[in-house]
Nanobody
Framework: VQLVESGGGLVQPGGSLRLSCAAS????????MSWYRQAPGKERELVAAITSGSEISAGEMTNYADSVKGRFSISRDNAKNTVYLQMNSLKPEDTAVYYC????????????WGQGTQVTVSS
């Protein structure tokens, strides 16, 4: 099993980045996928999550931390086994290592984690 994040980097405040997480080794389409982040000296926090869609007749559902609502957007491409995080209007407080995570059930612990990608927002 692998989750490989990419797309991090240095960006100025107000800028945008798109993170990608390529998954392999499990049935991606059946898993809830999420993005977490951890800033220096702070606890890891959930940024955004997207359901698999298979268990909800209405399709995929998304959830966001209050601090990123309206600025970040999570999406997934099950054909490519990839989940994305589009980050707009970035702020210095968004600086953190961003991790991709996968969970097989609607609730419970995340089973798989990526190695993380650094996002730095600074002028």
């Amino acid at each position: 099993v692998q989750l490989v994040e990419s797309g991090g980097g240095l960006v100025q405040p107000g800028g945008s980045l798109r993170l990608s997480c390529a998954a392999s080794g499990f049935t991606f389409s059946n898993y809830v996928m999420s993005w977490y982040r951890q800033a220096p000296g702070k606890e890891r926090e959930l940024v955004a999550a997207i359901t698999s869609g298979s268990e909800i007749s209405a399709g995929e559902m998304t959830n966001y931390a209050d601090s990123v609502k309206g600025r970040f957007s999570i999406s997934r491409d099950n054909a490519k086994n990839t989940v994305y995080l589009q980050m707009n209007s970035l702020k210095p407080e968004d600086t953190a290592v961003y991790y991709c995570a996968a969970r097989g059930g609607a609730v419970g612990p995340y089973e798989y984690w990526g190695q993380g990608t650094q996002v730095t927002v600074s002028s």
